[in-house]
DNA sequence: GGCCGCCTCGGCCCCGGGACCTAGGCCCAC
DNA sequence: GTGGGCCTAGGTCCCGGGGCCGAGGCGGCC
């Protein structure tokens, strides 16, 4: 077909290009015309090969997958990136898609699906998984709990959504109509509360939790 | 068609909904069930028609889209709700996605695109328009712009990483084995590197960037 | 009425954080 | 060689942050 999706596989394992090749094979608008081992050797063939979307491993020997992204991203009509990965590794969804990634599906997704979200991403989508999308969501929700969260009262919360600003405790104290003295006393509060050391970890729990200023 | 994807259309605007309408009738496996013109009647004819798909538009009058969400997610076998909205609302879309929404596009989007994103989203994707994500993702970017990461050193990023953790200089000195005064020297580079006022704003900047002890 | 929790402050004390200045060793580029 | 950037580190100074103790006003609950 004059106008398969061309598609670039890039893995360290053969064993998973060959997986997803025959996966992709019986697709008959989707066509794989190159592999590559690492994230240099996908930047170099992505040059090459001009395909349109690009299936990658994220953590891989060598460039991994993101630092490849950010190569990919600065060539002139970079190809569609869909992140593919092997485990729930939460902490490498956000830089990936910052990166430039187009979509992050796991290694066990269906073959029929697969190539649904190469369409998808082929057409211009961000795509993700339900149970990326709901890990990268629920992440911050379910880690301490915001259980605590209920336990601080509705001014603490407001001071704590400002302190999640990076304001000071004279700028919260002239905002919310205090003194710096009742402010210092609502941190303390928060803080013991939570159980936390200082504001930095307060602010760094309120972002998590999404209490918001 | 006996399997046709059943849809709710959600929107205060008669000539949107009937827009939509149109834009899916010409898809056969598409079927829309209902409509409704704000987020009440939404829930309501939700209980009622059990669709699989509601598109929904997040800005209405009365209950709008996000408070719509809670309540339809807290129904058994919610359908998926896909959010129609007239103009990028940056802001709108993380509450919306934590509120449970399972795609994001625009009103321009062209039938065979919205029909697509139909498909997507019943098949138990996430889709993102790439505006919306590029606007996501590029929001914090552009606010002072990574550039400025660029311009932190090696060490400089690996300090500023355990700002990120929460941890105080003399943390940061025993695990980079430093004296706590090289790291306070750091940590004064980073901020004026990065025009932040103190540690607790160089931690938000981090998460937000994803600099990652 | 009494008790309690929240919000509001004051004073006091101490320490950690950050600014500013200086400086030596190191490596790389010109 | 000379300069410049990075990493290291010392000193000094000072303010902001946070702990601890106390206290008054207010609203709800028993």
């Known amino acids: 077909m004059a106008d398969a999706i061309k598609v670039l596989l890039v893995d360290d394992h053969q064993v998973v290009r060959r997986g997803l090749r025959t996966f992709l094979e019986v697709q ?8 590559a081992a690492d994230g240099a050797e996908g930047v170099e063939r992505a040059e090459e090969l001009r395909p349109d979307v690009i299936l990658m491993d994220v953590k891989m020997p060598g460039m991994d997958g993101v630092d490849a992204l950010r190569r990919l991203r600065e060539l002139d009509n970079p190809a569609r990136v869909l ?3 092997s485990f729930t590794e939460q902490r490498t969804v956000v830089p990936a898609l910052r990166a430039g990634a187009a ?5 066990d997704v269906d073959p029929d699906a697969l190539a649904g979200a190469i369409r998808s991403v082929h057409a211009g ?5 339900p149970e990326v999308a709901g890990a990268l969501l629920a992440q911050e929700e379910s880690n301490s709990g915001t259980g605590r969260a209920g336990s601080l009262t509705e001014r603490e919360r407001e ?3 400002l302190i999640a600003d990076g304001r000071s405790n004279r700028e919260i104290a002239r905002a919310l109509v205090l ?21 930095t970890q307060a602010a760094l729990w309120a972002v998590r939790h999404g209490v918001t200023g």
């Open 125 to 129: 989508h961000i795509l993700l998984q």
């Open 179 to 199: 003194s710096e003295k009742t402010v210092k006393t609502h941190v303390s509060n928060i803080l013991m509360k939570l159980d936390l050391a200082d504001r």
């Open 28 to 35: 008959d608008d989707i066509e794989v015309v190159g592999e």
């Open 83 to 85: 992140v593919v990965t």
């Open 103 to 107: 979509g992050y599906v796991y290694k």
């Open 159 to 161: 001071v704590l959504g």
